[in-house]
């Protein structure tokens, strides 16, 4: 799909990278039968912490669409629009299996309807931002979904760490946010792409989220009686944050979003994404037979 050119005050005119790849609805139940409680390496820090984000992800993909609603109606492309409507079918089943994912946790005892809530608290103070400023947040966050996803399934040696079936959620899941990158900035740029407002989204997305992310993540912590657990506390915080970390690694990107020449599909992941979708959707992918049409 290639994105309309579209110069602000600020801006050069971007002419991104095309991608005519499809955005599928893949419409999956998972299946997960009794995961470890610590899923991530047999570590409390790491888990808890994926554990904080599932919980965050159903009001968010929640918030990511209604974002985009908003705008649909002032999509005359029809790319675009098939685009628009893919990435709504993608994160509507990504926040039905990530409900379903966060019901087994809290069954585990990790209980994610705490931090589910702060989310949905904050999300609630972005919700009085214009409508087009709530779209540039969420193009913010699309961009780190997206980041987050391409260094998940880059990284084999992290993957090897996870539970196998608690893994293939989370693959797909990243397949997914690449395969749909590009949307909310796409329409971004077609209804008005403010540079100051990609500025002010940093601040505005930290303020309103990371408080509830981190604070229930401690709280997480503290039931699990971890929060004091030096050598646990460290291994996961290196497996997150480190200098190789997995979210390290995406955050290291996430200033590109304010460059006046910003496009998602600068970085070229269609190799990738045609990579996992066959090995996780072809003939012989391991997500092939849960597949409902």
Known sequence: MTAPAHTDENARTISPQPDSMQIPVRHLEFEISSPPRYFLAGNATAT????????????????FIESVRRFRDR???????????????QEAIHGREHDRLNELLVGCGLNTRVPERGVRVGLMLLERCSASQQLACTALMEHFTALLGEVLLEDEDFQALGDAEMLQLFLW??????????????????????RW??????PLVTVTLLPPIFVSWSWLMLKEGKLTDRQDMQEGLTLLFGRKGLVSRALGKMGLY????FHPNKKDTRSLVASWRERLFGERGTLTAQLRH
């Open 75 to 89: 999509v005359a492309d029809p790319e675009l629009n098939a685009a628009v409507k893919g990435f709504i079918g």
């Open 48 to 63: 808890t912490f994926i554990a904080v984000l599932s919980a965050a992800f159903p009001p968010g993909e929640r918030f």
């Open 173 to 194: 899941h990243a397949l997914e946010e690449l395969e749909h990158k590009a949307v909310t900035y796409d329409l971004y740029n077609l209804v008005g792409n403010r």
């Open 258 to 261: 304010v460059r006046s020449d």
């Open 197 to 202: 407002e990609r500025w002010l989204a940093f």
